[in-house]
Nanobody
């Protein structure tokens, strides 16, 4: 059973940076695309970015140019480098393992990111 564990959230000032990590276990990492989603208070969970096993990426317009996803297949870990953070980036960030076809196979427990103005 695939399990995901996120780390790296925290409190940062507007304009600052954070790096999130998500460690994968319980399956074959290379079989999955990986993604980050976020959920702000009172809002639905929304797509942030995905990366395929081959390294192709897709970003939400709201984070394009500020966030960078990467994956280390040897360490079965995916990272989200977040720069130029804005208060509207405040949310719980969730890591996801995505099957071929787009279904999410597993979610992480979430990590809180708070951007203060």
């Amino acid at each position: 059973q695939v399990q995901l564990v996120e780390s790296g959230g925290g409190l940062v000032l507007s304009g600052g940076s954070l790096r999130l990590s998500c460690t994968f276990s319980g399956g074959i990492f290379g079989f999955y695309a990986m993604g980050w989603y976020r959920q702000a208070p009172g809002k639905q969970r929304e797509f942030v970015v995905t990366v395929t096993s081959a390294g192709r990426t897709q970003y939400a317009d709201s984070v394009e140019g500020r966030f960078t996803i990467s994956r280390d297949n040897r360490k079965a870990t995916v990272y989200l480098q977040m720069n130029s953070l804005k208060p509207e980036d405040t949310a719980v960030y969730y890591c996801a393992a995505i099957q071929t076809g787009g279904a999410v196979a597993a979610w992480g427990q979430g990590t809180q990111v708070t951007v203060s103005s």
